[in-house]
């Protein structure tokens, strides 16, 4: 058997223990390796994947946290009439795209509430509400919001006449970059609207 490479190992977290998976030569392998490997020194220095409860507790949702605080507080002068605009991606032709460690957030606090909100009312035509969006129009999972979220901000808007767009990119990279230490072969964003949260 070939090891697989250290920069495509990956331990996983699943139901409480780990198993390896990794890439070599274009080859998965996968937990039946983790008996073989999991002595080596290698295996300890591979990065985490985890499922929501593990990463519930992990220090990288720590570091993702603190990002997400350090934004909030840099735009803290402006704020929004809440109209939920931003809310209804057809309006506003723009939609986030949380990264592979923000999905697992969301993942986590739309399990807390019991799933995603169950609209009493038909959809739009072209609106493409957020599936987060409930219908009383609040964000049912707003503190867990993705960074695209925390950082948009409609024209009516108030607050200083300039966005601070270097630190909002600065800390943006510091996402994507716990993004691939959390889910480094495929750490990248996807469209909110498309996402399968809360075991849907």
Partial sequence: MVRPSLDVALRVGV???????GVH??????PEVHVALRKTPWYRQCPIVQDPRAFKKSSLRGELLAVYAEVDALLSPFSCEGST????FGITGREPYPTAIERAELEIAVRARGGLPRP????????????????????SIYEARPFGCRTFFCARASGPSRLPRAEIQ???????????????????????????LGGG
């Fill in 25 to 30: 030569g274009g080859e998965l392998y996968g």
């Fill in 170 to 196: 600065r800390l943006g990279r510091r996402v994507l970059t716990l993004s691939e230490r959390y889910a480094p072969a495929d750490p990248h964003a996807a469209p909110l609207s498309r996402l399968a």
């Fill in 120 to 139: 009493r009312s038909l959809p739009v035509a072209g609106e493409r509400r957020c599936p987060l969006l409930t219908d009383e129009g609040r964000c």
């Fill in 85 to 88: 605009d931003c809310c209804r």
């Fill in 15 to 21: 139901g409480g223990s780990a198993v390896v998976a």
